[in-house]
């Protein structure tokens, strides 16, 4: 298996520009997450999805919006890139059978300029 | 909503000596879930440990074991026989798995900084 995967692994983007963060799961959970992480915090949910078709808003979903057609990808987008979306951004997944440990993807590093 | 503080910013500790990190926790909830992840330089974020609130015993990985203090909302992270390996960014973290609406999701703390010296 190979897990969570991320792409792309690092981007720069220009301010006003849009992009699309993927994420994959092969592990067949019903739940997935999207974080960001500021230098020198914690993690913080943008959105999460407790299975295909169904997406919720965490606590900070602005200038963010996903969808979930499958049950393997929850692409992250990206409106109108502002300084203040540079951060890291990860992916996770989970599913009460694995006793809810969050699965994370490698993370990908976006700088907006 | 929960809250998880990590009071301590940084920590050092000599390799092959004990280090304890420190997590507390703020629900009024009383089934929920408790984890201490570890970020290593390479960002990938591991799952160290796991705690559930309603067993008692405290949980126990290798060189890795917790203190849960239910009734003080308390959940410090052990590390016995540090090595140069466990130099890594904790973070202690927060779930409530029941119900609908916003659960599932984890709650972090800010982090602890862990720095191992050979």
């Known amino acids: 298996n190979a897990g969570v995967t991320q792409t792309p692994k690092f981007r720069i983007l220009k301010i006003g520009q849009s992009m699309t963060l993927q994420c994959t799961q092969d592990?067949?959970?019903?739940?997935m997450y999207w974080y960001r992480q500021d230098p020198g915090m914690g993690l913080k949910l943008i959105y999460y999805?407790?299975?295909?078709?169904?997406?919720d808003k965490g606590e900070v979903p602005n200038g963010y919006n996903v969808s979930r057609s499958t049950t393997e990808d929850f692409p992250l987008r990206l409106e109108l890139a502002a300084p203040s979306q540079t951060s890291v951004y990860f992916c996770?997944?989970?599913?009460?059978?694995?006793?809810?440990?969050?699965?994370f993807g490698p993370g990908t590093r976006l700088t907006v300029t | 909503a929960q809250t998880v503080t990590q009071s301590q910013p940084e920590m050092s500790v000599q390799e092959a000596e004990t280090v304890t990190l420190s997590c507390t926790y703020d629900?009024?909830?009383?089934?929920?879930?408790l984890f201490w992840y570890k970020q290593p330089p390479s960002r990938q974020m591991i799952l160290v440990i796991r705690?559930?609130?309603?067993?008692?015993q405290n949980a126990t990985e290798n060189r890795f074991s917790v203190n849960f203090q239910k009734a003080a909302k308390s959940f410090s992270l052990k590390i016995s026989d540090s090595q140069l390996g466990d130099t890594a960014m904790y973070f202690c973290?927060?779930?409530?798995?029941?119900?609908?609406?916003?659960?599932?999701?984890?709650?972090f703390g800010k982090g602890t900084l862990l720095t191992v010296n050979p």
């Open positions: 629900t009024s909830e009383s089934n929920y879930y």
């Open positions: 705690q559930e609130a309603y067993k008692q």
């Open positions: 973290a927060f779930m409530k798995p029941n119900s609908g609406g916003s659960n599932y999701k984890l709650t």
């Open positions: 592990m067949n959970h019903n739940y």
């Open positions: 996770a997944s989970s599913s009460p059978d694995g006793g809810w440990e969050q699965y």
């Open positions: 999805s407790v299975g295909a078709g169904i997406t």
